[in-house]
């Protein structure tokens, strides 16, 4: 049996004030409402005063200058090397 | 903390029935372990489940300290006439909805309850009714958006739902029922009396229902019996699989 | 950029004990051996969670039962920090789901026994979390960034189940002569078992070599089981309980633990799938995850019907 795939979220915890919000992992969620309640119970175990912002990873745009990977373009790219962002055509195995 | 006994038998004995709802609730939430929908709700019911078991622990050892008795002595050594925990808290998790649907209902009304508390003459019942309230409003919150979710997700989770609700909603009313000892603690002032918790407690739970487009069901039966110590059938085997290993060490410490 | 430089640059970095970040060039030999043990590692907190809560409707005291419940809860936490590494490789996690469910992705070996006593949850946590304890923190400095992070985050909880357990160890120790019997017999189920998760012999390990030139494998295997032995012979006489080898005895020369030899054969048919629990383990997974399907499903349609009606409303 597969499983429907449930978008990837990035997790950015402020711990304290006066700090800034640090990239602390991933999770999977359906929306930002369970992505917020899921990122809280895992990352936090629910202390106070803790700022949390979750974004889905589709959404960021990643460049690194020190990047030397021939398969991704210069511009405009992913943070990962990860399947579900690319378009995969029909009848491809193994992908 | 150091904390003084409950003034008297009867604000002993609420402590005690208070914690009891937390403790039995507490249990079911703890069953799912390693069976939840997915990894992250494992964690999410855990929490809930720590949460209340926490509750359980302050107010028992509080409780129990009026005659003697330790949190341990209370959960492990009673038998089924003895606790008088809400039938609610201890009817099975069924699916995920009717967990999902057994914490709206409860939580909403812990809600009410502790935020009355905190305003209690007892000093105690105040303090951690302060702290519970917190928690309870994550465990409402996080019921809600799965109700929601499995109310207006897919036909098959709305059918569900609604059937969860509707065999759920009976044990509701027993969370409002006034008895002799909820009318000497509001006397006291140490407490709500239940009743008047109701109509908060509806208007946010309808709230929630009518999001998720579920319909409440009739108000015909009204199960009841568990502050009276009457419980379901399905909670000697719960008590059977939660005192055994205690009850096999007589004064074993662990 | 040619494929030489790019393995040059790669090589210098790992030379100079660097980390290697998720958009960098990498061997995909580097790749796909990281993805098989992280998600190893991953699958092993998740089915971990099974034989020690096993024991939480049953913990015999309220403060047992909290540091089983936080205990299990943290164990699933792990599963995710390491599932988020895991992906950053290019695998999804309902991928590595599907290979766990399908049997063809693995976890540890240790999680295939079974937990008959209250006693085992307190044995798991000395000696199961003791020798995860010792395997983990040379991982906190392993070449790729994102699971040596993880690792971090791990290592910093997993100290405190390890104390936990031996502390429930001590107290069954020099509880009634019940439970004395009760951790003793345990212990005695569980030492050997312990000492098969690092891995088999270094002499038996073909893939060491290329995971140690890699930086993902700081230490060889025997080396961790030895550092494991030289600590668990003291603790065991703080305990005051016995582990199962005649043989263990100090050797002054060597500045270690002699111990007894390994039966191989068992760890053998444990990794072949006929361990006591193997199966029902992964069945337990399976079906957690086939009667949690239509949640996933409702969670999944409302937000696309909420995403649909933000379109129309934009419109």
Known sequence: MSTPPTPLWEVFVRPARGTNHVHVGSLHAADATLALQNARDLYTRRNEGVSIWVVRSVDITASSPEEKDSFFEPSADKPYRHPTFYTIPEGVEHL | MTSSAPANAEVAAYAIRLGDDALILSHRLSEWSAHAPQIEEDIALSNIALDLLGQARTLLTYGGSYSGRSEDDLAYLREERQFTNLQLTEIENGNFAVTMIRQLL????????????????????????AKAVKEVAYHVEHASTWIIRLGDGTELSHDRAQAALETVWPYSHEMFADDELARRIADLGVGPLPSGLRPAWLGSVQDVLTEATLTLPDDDWKPTGGRKGLHTEGFGYLLAEMQHLHRSHPGAQW | ??????????????????????????????????????????????????????????????????????????????????????????????????????????????????????????????????????????????????????????????????????????????????????????VNRWWWPSLMMFGPPDDDSPNSAQSTAWGIKRFSNDELRQRFVDICVPQAETLGLTLPDPDLVWNAERGHYDYGVIDWTEFQQVLKGNGPCNRQRIAVRRQAHSDGAWVREAAAAYAAKKQAAAVTEAA
């Open chain 2, 106 to 129: 409860f939580s909403c009304y812990q809600h009410e309850l502790y935020r009355d508390l905190e305003s209690s003459r007892d000093a105690q019942l105040a303090a951690i009714a």
């Open chain 3, 1 to 186: 950029m040619d494929a030489t430089r790019q393995q040059a640059d790669f090589d210098a970095l790992i030379a100079s004990d660097g980390r290697v970040e998720p958009r960098d060039w990498m061997p995909e030999g580097y790749r796909k051996t990281l993805i098989r043990q992280i998600a190893q590692h991953a699958h092993s907190e998740i089915i971990g969670m099974q034989p020690e809560g096993n024991w939480i409707t049953r913990a015999p005291s309220l403060r047992r039962k909290a540091i089983l419940l936080a205990k299990v809860q943290d164990e699933a936490g792990h599963g995710l920090y390491l599932y988020s590494a895991a992906e950053t490789l290019g695998m999804s996690r309902e991928e590595m789901l599907d290979l766990l469910h399908a049997g063809r992705q693995r976890y540890s070996s240790i999680f295939n026994y079974p937990t008959p006593t209250w006693a085992d949850v307190a044995a798991i946590g000395w000696l199961v979390d003791g020798a995860a304890i010792t395997n983990q923190v040379p991982l906190t400095r392993c070449s790729y960034g994102p699971y040596a992070r993880a690792m971090i985050r791990i290592c910093k909880e997993e100290s405190f189940h390890q104390r936990q357990g031996f502390e429930s160890l001590l107290q069954l120790s020099n509880g009634t002569p019940e439970q004395h019997e009760m951790a003793q017999d345990a």
